[in-house]
Protein backbone atom coordinates (compact mmCIF):
# COMPACT_ATOMS: atom_id res chain seq x y z
CA UNK A 1 0.00 0.00 0.00
CA UNK A 2 2.97 2.47 0.85
CA UNK A 3 3.89 1.70 -2.68
CA UNK A 4 0.63 3.48 -3.91
CA UNK A 5 0.84 6.07 -2.35
CA UNK A 6 4.60 7.01 -3.50
CA UNK A 7 3.36 6.32 -7.08
CA UNK A 8 0.53 8.68 -6.16
CA UNK A 9 2.73 11.31 -4.72
CA UNK A 10 4.98 11.52 -7.94
CA UNK A 11 2.48 14.38 -8.98
CA UNK A 12 1.63 17.16 -6.89
CA UNK A 13 -0.20 20.74 -7.22
CA UNK A 14 0.28 23.25 -4.19
CA UNK A 15 -3.14 25.07 -3.19
CA UNK A 16 -3.39 27.49 -0.53
CA UNK A 17 -6.20 28.40 2.04
CA UNK A 18 -6.42 31.30 4.23
CA UNK A 19 -4.15 30.13 6.75
CA UNK A 20 -1.76 27.57 5.00
CA UNK A 21 -0.35 25.71 2.43
CA UNK A 22 -0.80 22.62 1.48
CA UNK A 23 -0.05 19.70 -1.74
CA UNK A 24 -2.46 18.07 -3.29
CA UNK A 25 -1.05 14.56 -4.92
CA UNK A 26 -2.01 12.87 -7.84
CA UNK A 27 -0.61 9.59 -9.59
CA UNK A 28 0.80 9.66 -12.92
CA UNK A 29 -2.53 8.85 -14.41
CA UNK A 30 -4.69 10.93 -12.84
CA UNK A 31 -6.86 8.17 -11.35
CA UNK A 32 -6.66 9.32 -7.39
CA UNK A 33 -6.87 12.35 -5.44
CA UNK A 34 -5.08 11.73 -1.93
CA UNK A 35 -4.43 14.77 0.59
CA UNK A 36 -2.53 14.42 3.64
CA UNK A 37 -4.15 17.39 5.94
CA UNK A 38 -8.04 16.94 7.16
CA UNK A 39 -8.52 20.76 6.38
CA UNK A 40 -11.36 21.91 4.00
CA UNK A 41 -9.58 23.62 1.38
CA UNK A 42 -11.00 25.66 -1.58
CA UNK A 43 -9.00 25.57 -5.26
CA UNK A 44 -10.84 27.41 -8.09
CA UNK A 45 -14.22 27.98 -5.73
CA UNK A 46 -13.91 23.85 -5.49
CA UNK A 47 -14.37 22.59 -1.95
CA UNK A 48 -12.18 19.89 -0.75
CA UNK A 49 -13.76 17.75 2.01
CA UNK A 50 -11.96 14.68 3.25
CA UNK A 51 -13.83 11.16 3.29
CA UNK A 52 -13.49 9.30 6.55
CA UNK A 53 -12.13 6.16 5.34
CA UNK A 54 -8.41 6.05 5.44
CA UNK A 55 -5.81 5.47 3.00
CA UNK A 56 -2.98 4.50 5.30
CA UNK A 57 -1.44 7.39 6.56
CA UNK A 58 -3.22 9.82 3.94
CA UNK A 59 -6.89 10.83 3.35
CA UNK A 60 -9.02 9.99 0.37
CA UNK A 61 -10.85 13.12 -0.73
CA UNK A 62 -13.53 14.81 -3.14
CA UNK A 63 -13.72 17.47 -4.70
CA UNK A 64 -17.42 19.61 -4.69
CA UNK A 65 -18.36 21.21 -8.19
CA UNK A 66 -20.86 23.35 -6.85
CA UNK A 67 -23.65 21.00 -6.65
CA UNK A 68 -22.01 17.83 -7.32
CA UNK A 69 -19.15 15.88 -4.84
CA UNK A 70 -17.13 13.62 -7.52
CA UNK A 71 -14.43 11.16 -5.71
CA UNK A 72 -11.73 8.90 -6.79
CA UNK A 73 -9.03 6.14 -5.67
CA UNK A 74 -6.51 4.32 -7.54
CA UNK A 75 -8.10 2.82 -10.71
CA UNK A 76 -5.71 -0.39 -10.32
CA UNK A 77 -5.27 -2.38 -6.49
CA UNK A 78 -1.26 -2.21 -6.24
CA UNK A 79 -2.03 -5.50 -4.32
CA UNK A 80 -4.70 -7.01 -6.35
CA UNK A 81 -4.30 -5.17 -9.86
CA UNK A 82 -8.27 -5.47 -9.78
CA UNK A 83 -9.74 -1.88 -10.59
CA UNK A 84 -12.01 -0.44 -8.04
CA UNK A 85 -14.97 1.84 -8.63
CA UNK A 86 -14.93 5.63 -7.39
CA UNK A 87 -15.80 5.86 -3.48
CA UNK A 88 -20.20 6.71 -2.67
CA UNK A 89 -21.27 8.28 -0.06
CA UNK A 90 -24.69 8.05 -0.03
CA UNK A 91 -25.30 9.12 4.02
CA UNK A 92 -23.55 12.72 2.68
CA UNK A 93 -25.99 12.77 -0.66
CA UNK A 94 -28.85 12.14 1.93
CA UNK A 95 -27.92 14.54 4.22
CA UNK A 96 -27.90 17.39 1.19
CA UNK A 97 -31.17 16.55 -0.09
CA UNK A 98 -32.49 16.63 3.54
CA UNK A 99 -31.04 19.73 4.36
CA UNK A 100 -32.25 21.15 0.59
CA UNK A 101 -35.68 20.90 1.44
CA UNK A 102 -35.42 22.18 5.39
CA UNK A 103 -33.67 25.47 3.71
CA UNK A 104 -36.07 25.35 0.59
CA UNK A 105 -39.30 25.38 2.86
CA UNK A 106 -37.63 28.24 5.15
CA UNK A 107 -37.07 30.52 2.43
CA UNK A 108 -40.19 29.82 0.70
CA UNK A 109 -41.81 30.72 3.80
CA UNK A 110 -40.31 33.75 4.69
CA UNK A 111 -40.69 35.38 1.30
CA UNK A 112 -44.51 34.34 1.24
CA UNK A 113 -45.03 36.02 4.62
CA UNK A 114 -43.41 38.67 3.52
CA UNK A 115 -44.79 39.45 -0.10
CA UNK A 116 -48.02 37.56 -0.78
CA UNK A 117 -50.42 40.99 -0.49
CA UNK A 118 -48.48 41.94 -3.35
CA UNK A 119 -49.38 38.23 -4.96
CA UNK A 120 -53.11 39.17 -4.01
CA UNK A 121 -52.96 42.76 -6.22
CA UNK A 122 -51.76 41.43 -8.90
CA UNK A 123 -54.37 38.43 -8.96
CA UNK A 124 -56.90 41.22 -8.74
CA UNK A 125 -55.89 43.01 -11.59
CA UNK A 126 -55.22 40.18 -14.05
CA UNK A 127 -58.80 39.36 -13.30
CA UNK A 128 -60.01 42.16 -14.80
CA UNK A 129 -58.75 41.75 -18.00
CA UNK A 130 -61.86 41.93 -20.62
CA UNK A 131 -63.20 38.72 -22.56
CA UNK A 132 -65.94 38.12 -24.31
CA UNK A 133 -67.55 35.97 -21.41
CA UNK A 134 -70.40 35.97 -19.56
CA UNK A 135 -69.35 35.81 -16.09
CA UNK A 136 -71.38 33.56 -13.41
CA UNK A 137 -72.37 35.94 -10.34
CA UNK A 138 -75.10 38.11 -9.88
CA UNK A 139 -75.66 41.36 -7.92
CA UNK A 140 -76.01 41.44 -3.93
CA UNK A 141 -77.71 43.45 -1.99
CA UNK A 142 -75.66 45.91 -0.05
CA UNK A 143 -76.94 46.60 3.38
CA UNK A 144 -75.91 49.50 5.23
CA UNK A 145 -74.08 48.12 8.12
CA UNK A 146 -72.59 45.44 5.84
CA UNK A 147 -68.47 44.80 6.61
CA UNK A 148 -68.02 44.50 2.75
CA UNK A 149 -69.45 47.47 0.93
CA UNK A 150 -68.79 48.77 -2.42
CA UNK A 151 -67.14 52.05 -1.80
CA UNK A 152 -65.13 52.13 -5.69
CA UNK A 153 -64.95 50.94 -8.44
CA UNK A 154 -61.93 48.50 -9.93
CA UNK A 155 -61.80 47.55 -13.62
CA UNK A 156 -59.38 46.56 -16.39
CA UNK A 157 -57.86 49.76 -16.50
CA UNK A 158 -57.31 50.66 -12.78
CA UNK A 159 -53.46 50.80 -11.88
CA UNK A 160 -51.93 49.17 -8.87
CA UNK A 161 -52.43 51.91 -6.27
CA UNK A 162 -56.19 51.64 -7.35
CA UNK A 163 -56.63 47.53 -6.57
CA UNK A 164 -54.61 48.09 -3.37
CA UNK A 165 -56.80 50.99 -1.97
CA UNK A 166 -59.94 49.35 -2.58
CA UNK A 167 -58.79 45.65 -0.95
CA UNK A 168 -57.99 47.61 1.74
CA UNK A 169 -61.21 49.54 2.15
CA UNK A 170 -62.94 46.64 1.66
CA UNK A 171 -61.82 44.33 4.42
CA UNK A 172 -58.30 46.03 5.56
CA UNK A 173 -55.40 43.90 6.06
CA UNK A 174 -57.06 40.44 6.59
CA UNK A 175 -58.26 41.33 2.54
CA UNK A 176 -54.38 41.82 1.61
CA UNK A 177 -53.55 38.55 2.96
CA UNK A 178 -56.51 36.62 1.36
CA UNK A 179 -55.91 33.52 0.76
CA UNK A 180 -52.80 32.93 2.81
CA UNK A 181 -53.06 30.23 4.92
CA UNK A 182 -52.86 27.41 1.70
CA UNK A 183 -50.22 28.88 -0.13
CA UNK A 184 -47.77 29.63 3.35
CA UNK A 185 -48.28 26.02 4.06
CA UNK A 186 -47.34 25.05 0.08
CA UNK A 187 -44.52 26.96 0.12
CA UNK A 188 -42.63 24.37 2.36
CA UNK A 189 -43.06 22.22 -0.87
CA UNK A 190 -42.87 24.79 -3.35
CA UNK A 191 -39.14 25.98 -2.74
CA UNK A 192 -37.75 22.89 -1.11
CA UNK A 193 -39.01 20.98 -4.21
CA UNK A 194 -37.70 23.23 -7.09
CA UNK A 195 -34.13 23.77 -4.95
CA UNK A 196 -33.69 19.92 -4.63
CA UNK A 197 -35.02 18.80 -8.15
CA UNK A 198 -32.20 21.17 -9.65
CA UNK A 199 -30.14 20.52 -7.10
CA UNK A 200 -30.36 16.72 -8.20
CA UNK A 201 -30.60 17.50 -11.77
CA UNK A 202 -27.25 19.53 -11.63
CA UNK A 203 -25.81 16.27 -10.42
CA UNK A 204 -26.93 13.84 -12.72
CA UNK A 205 -25.39 15.89 -15.37
CA UNK A 206 -22.44 16.55 -14.23
CA UNK A 207 -22.09 13.06 -13.12
CA UNK A 208 -22.78 11.86 -16.60
CA UNK A 209 -20.30 14.45 -18.59
CA UNK A 210 -17.58 13.57 -16.27
CA UNK A 211 -17.93 10.09 -16.69
CA UNK A 212 -17.84 10.79 -20.50
CA UNK A 213 -14.90 13.15 -20.37
CA UNK A 214 -12.18 10.11 -20.25
CA UNK A 215 -14.04 8.20 -22.87
CA UNK A 216 -13.59 10.84 -25.04
CA UNK A 217 -10.01 11.79 -24.68
CA UNK A 218 -10.29 13.88 -21.54
CA UNK A 219 -8.69 12.98 -18.08
CA UNK A 220 -10.30 11.53 -14.90
CA UNK A 221 -8.13 13.90 -12.47
CA UNK A 222 -10.64 16.74 -12.06
CA UNK A 223 -14.06 15.69 -13.49
CA UNK A 224 -14.16 19.34 -15.08
CA UNK A 225 -17.14 19.71 -16.49
CA UNK A 226 -19.15 22.97 -16.24
CA UNK A 227 -22.43 23.39 -16.44
CA UNK A 228 -23.78 25.50 -19.65
CA UNK A 229 -25.91 28.27 -19.41
CA UNK A 230 -28.44 25.99 -21.22
CA UNK A 231 -27.57 23.01 -19.00
CA UNK A 232 -28.77 25.64 -15.76
CA UNK A 233 -31.80 26.33 -17.91
CA UNK A 234 -32.89 22.82 -18.12
CA UNK A 235 -32.57 21.63 -14.58
CA UNK A 236 -34.24 24.54 -13.72
CA UNK A 237 -37.08 23.41 -16.54
CA UNK A 238 -37.33 20.05 -14.88
CA UNK A 239 -37.45 21.84 -11.10
CA UNK A 240 -40.60 23.90 -12.51
CA UNK A 241 -42.08 21.63 -14.54
CA UNK A 242 -42.19 19.37 -11.29
CA UNK A 243 -43.33 21.53 -8.89
CA UNK A 244 -46.19 22.86 -11.49
CA UNK A 245 -47.47 19.63 -11.91
CA UNK A 246 -47.19 18.16 -8.13
CA UNK A 247 -47.82 21.27 -5.88
CA UNK A 248 -48.77 24.57 -7.53
CA UNK A 249 -51.39 24.09 -9.81
CA UNK A 250 -54.04 23.00 -7.07
CA UNK A 251 -52.82 25.42 -4.61
CA UNK A 252 -53.20 28.67 -6.94
CA UNK A 253 -56.58 27.37 -8.27
CA UNK A 254 -57.52 27.70 -5.00
CA UNK A 255 -55.85 30.95 -4.25
CA UNK A 256 -57.03 32.36 -7.34
CA UNK A 257 -60.47 31.61 -6.55
CA UNK A 258 -60.75 33.20 -2.92
CA UNK A 259 -59.27 36.36 -4.30
CA UNK A 260 -61.58 36.62 -6.94
CA UNK A 261 -64.39 36.31 -4.77
CA UNK A 262 -63.63 39.00 -2.38
CA UNK A 263 -63.31 41.21 -5.53
CA UNK A 264 -66.42 40.36 -6.96
CA UNK A 265 -68.19 40.51 -3.35
CA UNK A 266 -66.66 43.50 -2.57
CA UNK A 267 -68.02 44.84 -5.92
CA UNK A 268 -71.50 44.28 -4.96
CA UNK A 269 -71.36 40.97 -6.60
CA UNK A 270 -70.94 37.25 -5.87
CA UNK A 271 -71.28 33.88 -6.91
CA UNK A 272 -74.63 32.12 -7.52
CA UNK A 273 -73.88 28.95 -5.04
CA UNK A 274 -72.90 30.89 -2.13
CA UNK A 275 -69.59 32.20 -0.64
CA UNK A 276 -66.52 30.44 0.10
CA UNK A 277 -65.00 31.26 3.00
CA UNK A 278 -61.76 28.93 2.69
CA UNK A 279 -59.44 26.90 0.99
CA UNK A 280 -61.56 23.67 2.01
CA UNK A 281 -65.31 25.19 0.68
CA UNK A 282 -62.80 25.79 -2.74
CA UNK A 283 -61.73 22.35 -2.34
CA UNK A 284 -65.24 21.10 -1.58
CA UNK A 285 -66.96 22.42 -3.76
CA UNK A 286 -64.43 21.68 -6.79
CA UNK A 287 -64.82 18.27 -5.80
CA UNK A 288 -68.50 17.91 -6.68
CA UNK A 289 -68.65 19.94 -9.49
CA UNK A 290 -65.02 18.84 -11.36
CA UNK A 291 -63.89 15.71 -9.41
CA UNK A 292 -60.49 15.62 -8.01
CA UNK A 293 -58.70 16.94 -11.59
CA UNK A 294 -61.16 20.34 -11.34
CA UNK A 295 -58.08 21.23 -8.74
CA UNK A 296 -55.69 20.91 -11.57
CA UNK A 297 -57.48 23.46 -13.55
CA UNK A 298 -54.79 25.35 -15.80
CA UNK A 299 -52.01 23.09 -15.38
CA UNK A 300 -51.42 23.49 -18.88
CA UNK A 301 -50.14 26.89 -18.51
CA UNK A 302 -48.74 26.45 -15.25
CA UNK A 303 -46.75 23.94 -16.18
CA UNK A 304 -45.57 26.38 -19.25
CA UNK A 305 -45.12 29.46 -16.02
CA UNK A 306 -42.99 27.40 -14.24
CA UNK A 307 -40.68 25.66 -16.50
CA UNK A 308 -39.76 28.49 -18.42
CA UNK A 309 -39.55 30.61 -15.67
CA UNK A 310 -37.41 29.10 -13.12
CA UNK A 311 -35.51 27.70 -16.47
CA UNK A 312 -34.91 31.43 -16.74
CA UNK A 313 -34.19 32.04 -12.94
CA UNK A 314 -31.26 29.51 -12.32
CA UNK A 315 -29.85 30.86 -16.25
CA UNK A 316 -30.35 34.67 -14.50
CA UNK A 317 -28.98 33.61 -11.42
CA UNK A 318 -25.63 32.09 -12.78
CA UNK A 319 -25.35 35.48 -14.99
CA UNK A 320 -25.39 37.35 -11.72
CA UNK A 321 -22.96 35.28 -9.85
CA UNK A 322 -20.51 35.40 -12.44
CA UNK A 323 -20.76 39.23 -13.54
CA UNK A 324 -21.93 40.98 -10.25
CA UNK A 325 -18.54 40.74 -8.76
CA UNK A 326 -16.91 41.68 -11.78
CA UNK A 327 -19.07 45.11 -11.32
CA UNK A 328 -19.05 45.50 -7.79
CA UNK A 329 -15.23 44.19 -7.32
CA UNK A 330 -16.10 42.93 -3.97
CA UNK A 331 -15.85 39.21 -2.60
CA UNK A 332 -17.31 36.75 -4.92
CA UNK A 333 -18.49 34.48 -2.22
CA UNK A 334 -20.12 37.94 -0.43
CA UNK A 335 -23.82 37.89 0.23
CA UNK A 336 -24.43 41.02 -1.59
CA UNK A 337 -24.04 39.10 -4.87
CA UNK A 338 -26.02 36.29 -3.67
CA UNK A 339 -29.16 38.95 -2.59
CA UNK A 340 -28.03 40.54 -6.47
CA UNK A 341 -28.05 37.59 -8.08
CA UNK A 342 -31.52 36.20 -6.76
CA UNK A 343 -32.72 39.82 -7.77
CA UNK A 344 -31.68 39.21 -11.01
CA UNK A 345 -33.00 35.95 -11.05
CA UNK A 346 -36.32 37.05 -10.21
CA UNK A 347 -36.63 39.73 -12.70
CA UNK A 348 -35.86 36.98 -15.50
CA UNK A 349 -38.23 34.63 -14.08
CA UNK A 350 -41.36 37.42 -14.34
CA UNK A 351 -39.91 39.01 -17.66
CA UNK A 352 -40.42 35.97 -19.51
CA UNK A 353 -43.44 34.20 -17.46
CA UNK A 354 -45.71 37.43 -16.84
CA UNK A 355 -48.22 36.97 -19.87
CA UNK A 356 -48.66 33.49 -18.87
CA UNK A 357 -49.30 34.23 -15.64
CA UNK A 358 -52.27 36.60 -16.50
CA UNK A 359 -53.56 33.53 -18.78
CA UNK A 360 -53.94 31.54 -15.69
CA UNK A 361 -55.45 33.43 -13.85
CA UNK A 362 -58.18 34.18 -15.91
CA UNK A 363 -58.22 30.44 -16.49
CA UNK A 364 -58.07 29.60 -12.71
CA UNK A 365 -60.80 32.01 -11.97
CA UNK A 366 -63.10 30.80 -14.59
CA UNK A 367 -63.26 33.51 -16.91
CA UNK A 368 -61.90 31.74 -19.64
CA UNK A 369 -61.72 27.90 -20.66
CA UNK A 370 -58.38 27.92 -22.41
CA UNK A 371 -55.56 29.97 -22.57
CA UNK A 372 -54.91 29.85 -26.04
CA UNK A 373 -58.39 30.47 -27.17
CA UNK A 374 -57.73 33.31 -25.03
CA UNK A 375 -54.73 34.56 -26.63
CA UNK A 376 -56.21 34.13 -29.44
CA UNK A 377 -59.14 36.07 -28.85
CA UNK A 378 -57.33 39.07 -27.78
CA UNK A 379 -55.18 38.94 -30.36
CA UNK A 380 -57.87 38.99 -32.70
CA UNK A 381 -59.92 41.52 -30.90
CA UNK A 382 -56.97 43.85 -29.84
CA UNK A 383 -54.08 43.21 -31.94
CA UNK A 384 -50.45 41.72 -31.04
CA UNK A 385 -49.27 45.51 -29.26
CA UNK A 386 -52.56 45.65 -27.01
CA UNK A 387 -52.89 41.94 -26.04
CA UNK A 388 -48.62 42.13 -24.68
CA UNK A 389 -49.98 45.39 -22.55
CA UNK A 390 -53.05 43.80 -21.24
CA UNK A 391 -50.76 40.08 -20.45
CA UNK A 392 -48.25 42.73 -18.82
CA UNK A 393 -50.59 44.10 -16.49
CA UNK A 394 -49.23 44.65 -12.80
CA UNK A 395 -45.81 44.54 -14.08
CA UNK A 396 -44.87 46.79 -10.99
CA UNK A 397 -46.10 44.26 -9.04
CA UNK A 398 -44.44 41.19 -10.70
CA UNK A 399 -41.11 42.86 -10.87
CA UNK A 400 -41.53 44.88 -7.61
CA UNK A 401 -42.13 41.71 -6.02
CA UNK A 402 -40.67 39.01 -7.52
CA UNK A 403 -36.74 40.52 -7.23
CA UNK A 404 -36.94 41.15 -3.53
CA UNK A 405 -38.73 38.19 -2.98
CA UNK A 406 -36.08 35.95 -5.38
CA UNK A 407 -33.17 37.54 -3.10
CA UNK A 408 -34.86 37.06 0.14
CA UNK A 409 -35.40 33.76 -1.20
CA UNK A 410 -31.92 32.59 -2.43
CA UNK A 411 -30.07 34.30 0.76
CA UNK A 412 -32.44 32.59 3.03
CA UNK A 413 -32.04 29.26 1.48
CA UNK A 414 -28.13 29.72 0.85
CA UNK A 415 -27.77 30.86 4.70
CA UNK A 416 -29.96 28.01 5.95
CA UNK A 417 -28.62 25.05 3.77
CA UNK A 418 -24.62 26.30 5.03
CA UNK A 419 -26.04 26.30 8.62
CA UNK A 420 -27.69 22.56 8.14
CA UNK A 421 -24.39 21.56 6.15
CA UNK A 422 -22.27 22.60 9.25
CA UNK A 423 -20.71 25.50 7.31
CA UNK A 424 -19.50 28.83 8.96
Request: glycine fraction near 8%; charged fraction near 20%; proline fraction near 4%.
Amino acid sequence: MMDAINNLRKSSVQISNESSSHSLNLDPGCKSIVMDDPDDLRMENKLITPYTKDFDDAQIYSVNYGNISDSMVDSKDKRGGKSSAPLKDSSHDAHEVRNSIIAGSIAGMTSCTLFHPLDVIRTKMQATTKLKTVENSRKLPIKPGSRIMKLSSINSSSGPLAFFSHTLKNGGMKAIYTGFSFPLAAQACYKSTIFTVNKLSQNAIVDYRSKEQPKAGGTSCFPSHTLTLFEHFLCGFISGSVNALVFVSPVEFIRSQLIHQHTSIAQGKGPIKGEMTGPLDVIKRTLKTGGLFGLWRGAGVTFARDSIGCGSFFVSFELGKKYLPLITEVEPASQLHTIGAGMLAGIGYWAMTLPLDALKTLVQTGKANSALDTLFLLINRDGIVKTAAQLYRGWQLAFGRGAPSAGVTVMTYSAVYDFCQGKK
